[in-house]
């Protein structure tokens, strides 16, 4: 469902070069997650299911990275040339919450 | 990758005292998982998407913690009073992909 025209220019939101790319990670981490909720289930080790707990959550970092660099290239470099100061406080806010 | 039935047993599983906590939390990170990914279907700014996998990334760290007390309370403690020396091998490389 991309969002309207008029809605892309207001909230500098664009056509993404990786949304298919995030769209597939995104499924792949939630069908591992799925697949460690039934590791728990089956009893299995608690060292495998943290192994693989880690692994969805270096997952889900590589797909924050692919988002960052792209917002980073697309919205920011957009944001700084039309002066939106919120963009840039946003932007902060969200490299507190990932690093 | 399954381990068999006999090797479960063999493999200081027991019951642990917070495996349905676990199940729900995992369960609801998948549902956040699931609405991130609406998210990013339906062209929401980007800087909302990653403060959302920021979080589901806290939720998996907290879920982490609480498997890995359990772990140390119950089958650390069990692998050390019966000198299993691969359990303890385990737990370093879990460390290793925790930290």
């Keep these: 469902m991309e969002p309207m025209e008029e809605e892309i220019e207001q909230k500098h939101t664009h056509g993404h070069a990786h949304t298919t790319a995030v769209l597939n990670r995104l499924s792949?981490?939630?069908?591992h997650l799925e697949s460690v909720k039934r590791m728990?289930?089956?009893?299995r080790d608690?060292?495998?299911v943290l192994i693989q707990i880690a692994a969805v959550r270096g997952a889900l970092n590589s797909?924050?990275?692919v988002i960052l660099k792209d917002h980073m290239?697309?919205?920011i470099v957009h944001a700084i040339e039309e002066g939106d100061q919120e963009a840039l406080e946003?932007?902060?806010l969200v490299i507190d919450k990932l690093l």
């Design 90 to 92: 946003e932007l902060n």
């Design 46 to 48: 608690c060292s495998d």
């Design 28 to 31: 792949r981490a939630i069908g």
């Design 40 to 43: 728990v289930e089956n009893g």
């Design 63 to 65: 797909i924050s990275r």
């Design 73 to 75: 290239e697309h919205c």
